[in-house]
C-alpha cells in the first residue's frame, strides 16, 4: 500500500497525519471535561498508528514510471471490503435492535445498549458505511474505466477513503457515547460534519482532474450519477449541518435552525439523502455494472439521461412530502406531495431501462446470481419508487406516516434496491479487479443471493402488515366518539410482526455474512496465486511427468 | 424586507418557468439528431474489454 506512494506523497501523507493527529489533540485538551475528549483522543490515536504505517514502508522503492499503463485499483479493493465489514455490522446492529423491540428488556441496564443509540448505529452503518464505501470503491472503478484513464495520484484516494471511514467511526462511536445531535441520518456533531466536509472536496477533486484528463469524447452516463450524488451530498451536509457549538471544547452544538424551518430543512436533507445518496449514486453502479455484466450496452442511452435530469431536479423539492399536516405551509405540502408523484417517470425510466437492456439476456439472468442480484434490485427499485410516490399523497400519508409502513418502504429501497445492487457490483467487481476468473464460490453467491430475497420479502411483508394494522388501530372510533384502542393495543398487535421482522433481517444478515467470507475468500486465492507464480514454469510440468507416470 | 407573501409569489412563478424552460433543454439535449451517434458510442463503449487506461 505505502510501496505504491511515491516519496513525495509518503511526505504529504505524513503531513496530513501530524496535522489531523494535532488537530485531535487540540480538541482532546479543549474537551478536557468534556465527552469531547474521548473523540479527540480516537482522532489523535488513528493518525498516529497510521503515521506507523507509513514511516515503515517509508523507505520501500518508490512505483515505477510503468504504474501509469496500470489503472490504479488498490483503494477500490479497499473499499470493496470496507463496504463489506462495515455492511457485516450495519445489519447485524440493525437486526440487534428489531430483536430488541421484540424483546425490550434487552438492554442490559445500559445506556449504550438502548434503543435510541442502537439504532442510528444501524443506520449509519448501513448507509454510510456500507453505501458509503460501496459507492467510493466502485466509483473510483468505473471513472477509471469509462474515462480510460488514471486516478490523477496515489495520495487522495487513499485520503478520501480512510477519511471517510474515520468519519464513520466517529460517528458510530459517537451515538454509542450519547453524542448526537438529534438530526435523523445527520447525527454527527460539528467536528465530525467539519471534517466530513475536507474528505469530501477531495473526493470531488478526484472527480473532476481524472474527467479533464479522460480519452473519452463524451463523458458516461454513470459518472453523471456519481458527480450528482457527490456534488449535492456535499451541499445537503452543508446546508443541513449549520450549527454553533457551544465552545470549541464542547461535542454539543446549536443548530442554525429551529422550528419548521429546522423540520423542512432536516427533511430536505433527508429525502435528498435518499435521492442522492441512495439513489443518485447506485443508478450511476447499476448504469455500469449491469450493462457489463449482461454483456449489452444500455436499452436506452437518452432513456438514462432524460431520467438523470429528471431525477436530479424533481427530488429537490419532494422532502417536504415529510411534513404532512404539520405546521409547514399547506401549499409547500402539496409542492412535496406533487414532486413526489411526478418522480414516479424519471424512475420507471431507470428501472424499465435496466430490465429493457436484459431483455435478450434472460438466460444469463437464470443461471449468474450476480446478474439475477442487478435484476431484482431493478424490480425492487421500481416497486420501492412507486410505493414512495403513493405514500406522499396525503390522504395516503394520513394512514401510513409515523407507522411501520414507512418502516417497510425504507427497507423495501434500502435492502431490495440498494444492497442487491451493490452485492451484484461487489460480485462482479471482485473478479475484475483481483484479476480472478470468478468469485471463489458460485454456489455461496447463489445462496446469498436466495437468503437476500427471502430476507427481504419476509421483512417487507411483516411491516406492511404491521403498518397498515397499525395505522388503522390509531384512527378507529367507537361508538362513544373516543380512540377505540390504547396505543399499547397496537403495540401488543405489533409483536408478531417484529418477530417476523426479526427473523428476515437475520436471513438478511446471513447472506452478507456469507457475502464476506466469499469476498475474503476470492481475495485469499488471488494472492496464493501471486505467491505461487515464480514456481509457474517447473510445477506444471512437474505435475504433467507425475500423471504420465501414473 | 422580503417578507413570506413575497417569497411564495416569487417561487410560484418564478419556479414554473424555469422548470418548463429545464425541461424543454432537457428533451433537445437527448434528441438532437447530433448528438444520437456519440450517445450510441458511450452506451457501446463500456462493453469493450479493455484493462489499461490510455494514460
Known sequence: MISELTRGERRLALAVLTAVATFGLALAIAGRGDILAVHGGLIMASAVILMFFVIAGFYAPEPGEERLAQYYDTPTKAGVVLAMIWGVIGMGVGDWVAWLLVYPDMTFDAAWASFGRLRPVHTSGVIFGFGGNALIATSFHVLQRTSRARLPDQFSPWFVLVGYNLFCLIAASGYLLGITQSKEYAEPEWYADLWLVVVWVVYFSIYLRTLMRRQEPHIYVANWYYMAFILVVAILHIVNNLAVPISFGSAKSYSAFSGVQDAMTQWWYGHNAVAFFLTAGFLGMMYYYLPKRAGRPVFSYRMSILGFWGITFMYMWAGSHHLHYTALPQWVQTLGMTFSIMLIVPSWMAAANALLTLNGAWHKVRDDATLRFMMLAAVFYGLSTFEGSFMSIRAVNSLSHYTDWTVGHVHAGALGWVALITFGSIYAVVPWVWKRPAMYSNKLVEVHFWLSLAGTLVYVFAMWNSGIIQGLMWRTYNEGGTLAYSFIDSLVAMRPYYIARAIGGLLFVIGAVVGLYNVWMTIREASAERADAPDAPVVPALARSLQAGE | ?55
Open chain 2, 1 to 55: 424586507m422580503i417578507d413570506h407573501d413575497t417569497l411564495v409569489a416569487f417561487s410560484k412563478s418564478y419556479g414554473l418557468f424555469y422548470l418548463m424552460a429545464m425541461a424543454i433543454t432537457v428533451v433537445a439535449y437527448t434528441f438532437w439528431p447530433s448528438n444520437k451517434e456519440r450517445f450510441e458510442e458511450a452506451a457501446k463503449s463500456i462493453i469493450d474489454d479493455e484493462d489499461t487506461p490510455c494514460r
